[in-house]
């Protein structure tokens, strides 16, 4: 299998590493263009494997074969452009999140990708499949929480911001018209593939929705600086049997209010929360007994060679071999992606957004 990684930087490492573990089960090719000639040299240095091209039109030129599979692991304003030059050399194309910066651009991929018969995937799946992400899952699809009509899933936190505090060296974060949106498209690709994993809506109808930019004393005043740091938006997503479900949706990457994390699923019958994320292993439920709620917590540790951080190149090989794999591809990828645009279209207009699985990526009001 031949792996072409675009982006020779600190997330293209990330896939190379992923790459070099499942070259431990099988044989595999790399190779990695980036324009940047000390991005190149700092790879060739871990991956001496490597084959490494400085343009990537001129690496993907060779013959492609059937399970070809490139990486763009570049700033999102190049997502689009990247990955159909990818697709249009008879690829499948795996590219970080957020996947486009726009719903035409997503179309677009769509589009490109069914002509060619190949899957276009995306990295916000980095967080399925771990054991405590399938736990919550057997525990929803076993009806034991009864009828589940709410889901709580809030992230605050109080200064997290990629481009200040987080990785102050890649500012583009903080520039719309380079990453297409602060907290929304940064951490709520991850949330929203956990929450359309868990209840596999046909539909989402953004009822309500809000934006924030929280200031403090070091925020950059001398770059563009346009994202958001705080959002919240009340999701309903409507099942394959035509139930909806509620989703209390909030997510900080600053704020002065308090920091906490709980995300939970409620039902007629019974509840289950746990931390999608890096908190603890132990998935909580919590049943009624002899009219008293009891709760009891059970450890679902990862112990798989392969961490959160392999996920996406795992998952999307598996996909591509045809076999069982949680990864995104396609017209779910493109449902997801909408799904965060329809947040910021509800803010912006104060009117409900619904976005439709399968459906071209327009909303319906």
């Given amino acids: 299998m031949r792996f072409y990684l675009i982006g020779a930087g600190v997330i293209g490492r990330t896939h190379a590493e992923a790459i070099r573990k499942l070259s431990l089960e099988e044989g595999v090719e790399l190779k990695v263009a980036d324009p940047n000639p000390q991005a190149r040299s700092s790879f060739a240095e871990l991956f001496p494997e490597a084959?490494?091209?400085?343009d990537a039109?001129?690496?993907l030129s060779e013959k492609a074969?059937?399970?070809?599979?490139?990486?763009?692991?570049?700033?999102?304003v190049t997502h689009c452009p990247l990955s159909k030059l990818a697709l249009e050399s008879g690829r499948h194309v795996l590219c970080e999140k957020p996947l486009v910066m726009n719903r035409e651009e997503a179309q677009e991929l769509l589009e490109t990708a069914n002509k060619h018969g190949r899957l276009i995937g995306c990295c916000s799946d980095r967080f399925l499949g771990l054991p405590k992400m399938e736990e919550v899952k057997k525990i929803v699809h076993s009806h034991s929480l009864g009828d589940i009509y709410k889901v709580t899933f809030v992230h605050r936190s109080q200064r997290s911001r990629p481009g200040i505090e987080y990785q102050p060296e890649s500012r583009w974060f903080l520039d719309r018209s380079k990453c297409a949106g602060g907290i929304v498209m940064d951490w709520g690709p991850y949330d929203i593939a956990v929450i359309n994993e868990l209840l596999a809506p046909v539909s989402v109808k953004v009822a309500a929705a809000w934006t924030s930019q929280p200031k403090t004393q070091v925020d950059p005043t001398d770059i563009v600086y346009d994202v958001e740091g705080h959002v919240?938006?009340?999701?309903?997503?409507?099942l394959k049997d035509s139930r909806e479900v509620r989703v209390h949706y909030e997510r900080a990457?600053?704020?002065?209010?308090?920091?906490?994390n709980r995300v939970e699923i409620e039902g007629t019958l019974g509840a289950v929360r746990w931390s999608p994320y890096f908190g603890s292993d132990g998935v909580v439920t919590t049943y009624d007994e002899k009219g008293e709620p009891k709760s009891s917590e059970r450890l679902a540790a990862n112990e798989s060679g392969f961490?959160?951080?392999d996920h996406p190149v795992l998952f999307f090989v598996r996909k591509v071999r045809g076999e069982e794999s949680p990864a995104i591809v396609n017209d779910q990828a493109v449902f997801n992606f909408s799904c965060l645009q329809a947040i910021y279209d509800c803010?912006?207009?104060?009117?409900p957004q619904v976005v439709e699985l399968g459906q071209p990526p327009t909303v319906h009001k």
């Avoid at 919240?232 to 409507?238: H, I, K, S």
């Avoid at 990457?253 to 906490?260: A, K, L, R």
């Fill in 57 to 59: 039109q001129e690496m």
């Fill in 347 to 351: 803010d912006l207009s104060g009117q």
């Fill in 307 to 309: 961490k959160f951080l």
């Fill in 232 to 238: 919240g938006a009340m999701l309903n997503c409507r």
């Fill in 65 to 76: 074969e059937d399970d070809d599979i490139v990486i763009v692991g570049t700033p999102p």
């Fill in 253 to 260: 990457s600053c704020t002065h209010g308090e920091p906490y």
């Fill in 51 to 54: 084959v490494v091209f400085s």
